[in-house]
């Protein structure tokens, strides 16, 4: 039995069947971890990301030389006895959320058969005894849905000569291996499964790696080339479609820590240094936020990120010139592909406010001490937002505000009555049923901002910005 199978069977009985149904689109970015959250939520205290501090120091009990140490409850340890009975493949390094191999040494990968071969293993003592395995090289390991859309990648130990692929390509630099399937193309997505992942995985590299994307979509290599060549000095190579490329070394998926976020004790790097990163990429110029004194005359920025097809606020004007009353200079813009655009577009400004959605995730852009307003639509999903924007919002140095919608406010009582469940209890309605709640909250839902409500949410904001 895998190490996998343990945490499915432990775990496996909580999750909602419904969770496992379906053909999902990949681009509803909120749905995804929605109910691993909610089915989390009833055994393991505040979130999933429990589960992962659990598996994590459950890594840690073994003491393989690729594992690193540290200390551990009861219950983990009880856990723990169990996985130590396995075995796990050499230069794996694995938690909830990502699974790589680090491998050292010669490797050639084979991408007719999808597979990285280690010439010579006899002359490493750590594959003694291992035949293959597998992976595929996207940072949301537990997540189905994600990994339909990935290519599996094996790894295979090959002990006679004979059985190796000659190299057509001989690099001598670093590789790294991951995959833009996926969630791939939903902006949150985009920077919490594989652009923040690969700055913790590459950045150490300092440019001298090989970046082989398994895969390969080229509009998403587009949107994020600014990045990706900040990262890596050579150009990508498209592995999928290729012949034989030997390295040196290679990593073979990238690490993740949590959603949006860099945990500084498991990495030399910071979400500070991520984002001066995004900010010499961009050539962003605002550092920090406006700090207004007493007497300051200088306007506070107010960024509206507006939606145009699904929760969309109804009158962004009445929102703008209630804003602009306030001594606001107010921008309503939605984002789009180009990255570089809103990036700007975002660090200009001093507040950020927006529904609930992936557009969001481009508060990354915001200047140090700025302040996000998030509104919370119905549907039960205030778990969901904190998880995704307002604990990663502490380690960006960004101050966070909350708005919550009034049922009023919620365009779906023009589909339901006021007393009907949807509207009253949104969570017993949808019983995470994906479907059920993706159609109604996510996509059939509008907001009226009541402003008079909304200004104590500005008011706060504008204190925060005022030293
Ligand atoms: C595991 O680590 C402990 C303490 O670090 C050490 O005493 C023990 O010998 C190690 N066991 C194995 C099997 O390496
Ligand atoms: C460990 O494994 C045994 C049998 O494989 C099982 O009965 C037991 O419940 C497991 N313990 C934990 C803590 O998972
Ligand atoms: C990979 O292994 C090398 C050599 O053991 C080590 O120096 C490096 O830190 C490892 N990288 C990661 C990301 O684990
Ligand atoms: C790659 O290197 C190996 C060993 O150094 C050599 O035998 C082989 O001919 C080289 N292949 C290419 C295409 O350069
Ligand atoms: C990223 O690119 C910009 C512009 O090309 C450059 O000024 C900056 O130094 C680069 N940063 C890193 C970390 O490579
Ligand atoms: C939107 O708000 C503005 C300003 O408050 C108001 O003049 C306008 O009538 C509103 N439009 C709609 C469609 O409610
Ligand atoms: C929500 O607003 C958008 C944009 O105004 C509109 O296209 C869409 O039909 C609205 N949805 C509903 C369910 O009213």
């Known amino acids: ?24 689109v990949a681009c509803s970015f909120l749905v995804l971890s929605f109910c691993a959250v909610f089915s989390f939520r009833p055994y393991l205290g505040p979130s999933s990301i429990f589960v992962e501090n659990t598996m994590a120091k459950q890594k840690q009990q073994r003491n ?4 690193q140490g540290a200390s551990s409850s009861k219950s983990d340890q009880l856990m723990a006895q169990n996985v130590t009975k396995q075995r796990e493949p050499p230069c794996h390094v694995m938690d909830l959320r990502s699974d790589f191999y680090n491998i050292t040494g010669e490797v050639r990968i084979h991408a007719k058969s999808s597979t990285v071969f280690i010439p010579f293993p006899e002359k490493r003592n750590l594959f003694r005894g291992y035949k293959s395995w597998k992976i595929r090289p996207y940072a949301r390991n537990k997540d189905s849905r994600a990994m339909n859309h990935v290519r599996e990648w094996s790894v295979i130990p090959a002990f006679s000569d004979a059985k190796v692929p000659q190299c057509t390509q001989n690099h001598t630099i670093a590789s790294i291996l991951f995959s833009t399937g996926g969630y791939a193309g939903n902006h949150f997505h985009d920077f919490s499964d594989i652009i923040i992942p690969l700055y913790l995985t590459s950045r150490p590299f300092n440019g001298k790696v090989q970046f082989l994307i398994s895969d ?13 060549q900040n990262l890596s000095h050579y150009p ?11 390295f040196p070394s290679i990593i073979m998926g990238l690490q993740r820590h949590g959603e949006l976020t860099i945990d500084p004790s498991k990495s030399p790097y910071t979400m ?30 107010l960024l509206v990120i507006s939606r145009k097809r699904t929760r969309s606020f109804i009158n962004s004007t009445n929102i703008a010139e209630t804003a602009e009353s306030m001594g606001f200079e107010v921008i309503v813009a939605e984002a789009d592909i180009h990255v570089a655009r809103f990036a700007e577009i975002v660090n200009s400004c001093d507040v950020v406010m927006g529904i609930h959605g992936a557009g969001l995730t481009n508060v990354l852009f915001l200047p140090e001490g ?40 919620s365009t779906l009582t023009e589909q339901f009555p006021l007393d009907h469940m949807a509207l009253k209890n949104p969570y017993s309605f949808h019983r995470c049923n994906l479907e059920a709640f993706k159609s109604v909250y996510l996509d059939k839902q509008n907001v009226t901002i009541n402003v008079r409500r909304f ?3 500005l008011l706060k904001a504008l204190e925060l910005l005022h030293e």
Request: overall charge positive; glycine content about 6%.
């Open 455 to 457: 200004k104590t949410t």
């Open 1 to 24: 039995m895998t190490h996998d199978a343990i945490i499915a069977r432990s775990f496996g009985r909580f999750k909602q069947k419904k969770l496992v149904h379906g053909a999902f």
């Open 236 to 246: 990508i190579i498209k592995i999928d479609q290729e012949d034989v490329h030997c």
């Open 370 to 409: 700025a302040v996000m307003i998030q509104v919370v639509p119905l549907g039960g999903v205030e778990l969901v937002a904190k998880t995704y924007f307002g604990l990663p919002s502490k380690e960006m140095s960004i101050r966070y505000l909350e708005y919550k919608i009034g049922t009023k406010e």
């Open 272 to 301: 500070r240094d991520f984002r001066e990163f995004l900010r010499s990429t961009y050539s962003l110029k605002r550092r920090n936020a406006v700090r207004l004194r007493h007497g300051d005359t200088r306007k506070l920025r």
């Open 64 to 67: 393989s030389t690729i594992f």
């Open 216 to 228: 390969y979509r080229s509009w998403w290599a587009t949107k994020f080339r600014a990045i990706l």
